[in-house]
């Protein structure tokens, strides 16, 4: 989502959907509920139930999830901070008494962080998935490494660098990245990770901006679809998978909402919440205004294709009973909050929601750190036929390319200034 304006006159409240690293982390923990926005409690705390919390110091601590990520963030930047420098791990220094003594540079403190900080159950979770090219190096080797390093550690956490192996260790292991990231193998890899990235991003911004040839104003929608704790699991399947693809077909056939121009999707998963969706659909403005409702509608619409299933409810001291299965974000609860808003309506000469537009999609095509989910598994008695009979499953969807003018509502006029949106939405 775009970046939060965090002025002083919203009152704060917690909040329990971080996406980290959403638009370069700019939303971070603590939200900010504006005073006017009349939204139902029920809608606002939905995506609640995605989620298990715990409160420290007045914040909300979300899990294995963010510190993994942000474990990822701090691991790609060392990688890359590797790979432009040619800085020692190690440097020797004196002391006042003119003994040499060997200590960590800058980027050999930084490789010994991001070795202390490595969790190898969380990589364990994520051993199926795709990392971009940085990350890949870097698992690689911290997960050689890093039990070893810490082994040779004082009782305070540091490194035993007086010790000929930690140094030869850290050593190692910079050398090891920077070798790898210098190759022209890497360098083809990351060039197809960018042109993948960049050409998705086109793709889906040529998709919007061909909107407007059909309609001169648009209606945007954004929600986030999850599956409850109890059935994380259970949104690996293909049963699971299969009510995805029905919904937007659904989208596509105006049986959600009405007058559905459009929609991109990007599927993904975490180890909190396990596979969840993010949707972005494109409605006729000139027929609709009601944002909210209209989100509303299509996420109670997950909610009932998913249905319901039995689990014992640990809260609830022991209740057994069939619950919902599903749960929703509704973005536009938040909608003040942004500092480039692209929710609700938009004209094609408003430079600020086109900015936004363009921060949304950057976001769902964003490849530097995405995690990229395995194939649905077969759910036996469940499986739907076109699923099943699926190779992989694509996490970027989007609709059929419009090819004109449909012949109804309001067209877009040919004299219509669409300087904005090739400034900023195609970055002409």
């Known amino acids: 989502m775009n970046e939060i304006d965090k002025s002083n006159s919203y009152n704060q409240v917690t909040n329990f959907d971080s996406e980290l690293p959403k638009e370069q982390m700019t939303d971070r923990l603590i939200t900010l509920q504006p005073k006017g926005t009349q939204m139902r409690p029920a809608e606002q705390n939905h995506h609640i139930f995605v989620r298990k919390t715990s409160q420290r110091y007045g914040y909300t601590w979300i899990g294995q999830e963010y510190d993994f990520i942000c474990w990822l963030l701090r691991a790609e930047k060392l990688v890359n901070a590797i790979v432009q420098h040619d800085d020692q791990p190690i440097e020797v220094a004196y002391d006042r008494r003119g003994q040499p003594r060997h200590q960590l540079t800058k980027t050999g403190k930084a490789f010994f962080n991001v070795c202390k900080g490595y969790n190898q159950d969380r990589a364990e979770y994520y051993k199926h998935h795709r990392f971009n090219p940085p990350l890949t190096v870097i698992l690689n080797v911290v997960d050689q490494w890093s039990s070893e390093l810490l082994n040779h550690t004082n009782r305070n956490g540091d490194a035993l660098m007086s010790e000929p192996r930690t140094r030869e260790i850290v050593e190692r292991a910079v050398a090891s990245i920077r070798a790898s990231c210098r190759n022209q193998a890497y360098k083809d890899q990351v060039d197809n990770y960018k042109r993948n990235e960049e050409k998705n991003i086109a793709s889906c911004c040529d998709y919007l901006a061909a909107q407007f040839q059909r309609r001169s104003q648009l209606l945007i929608l954004r929600l986030d679809l999850y599956f409850r704790p109890a059935f994380k699991g ?195």
């Open 234 to 428: 259970w949104g690996y399947t293909r049963e699971a998978d299969g009510h995805y693809a029905r919904l937007l077909r659904a989208l596509r056939e105006n049986r959600i909402v009405p007058d559905v121009l459009g929609y991109i999707s990007k599927r993904e998963d975490g180890i909190d919440r396990g596979i969840h969706f993010h949707v972005l659909v494109i409605l006729d403005g000139h027929k609709h205004r009601d944002a909210a409702n209209l989100t509303r509608m299509i996420g109670e619409d997950w909610v009932r294709r998913c249905g319901h299933g039995d689990y014992k409810d640990g809260v609830d001291v022991g209740e057994t009973g069939k619950k919902d299965k599903a749960s929703y974000f509704n973005c536009y609860t938040r909608l003040d909050q942004y500092r480039f808003n692209c929710l609700g309506l938009i004209h094609p000469t408003d430079a600020d929601k086109l900015r936004g537009l363009r921060l949304a999609i950057e976001y769902m095509c964003k490849e530097t750190t995405q995690l990229k989910p395995s194939p649905p598994k077969s759910h036996e008695g469940n499986q739907d036929p076109d699923i099943a009979s699926r190779k992989g499953i694509r996490n970027l969807r989007k609709g059929i390319m419009p090819k004109g003018h449909s012949g109804r509502g309001a067209p877009r006029s040919s004299g219509l200034d669409t300087s904005a949106v090739d400034r900023e939405l195609l970055k002409k």
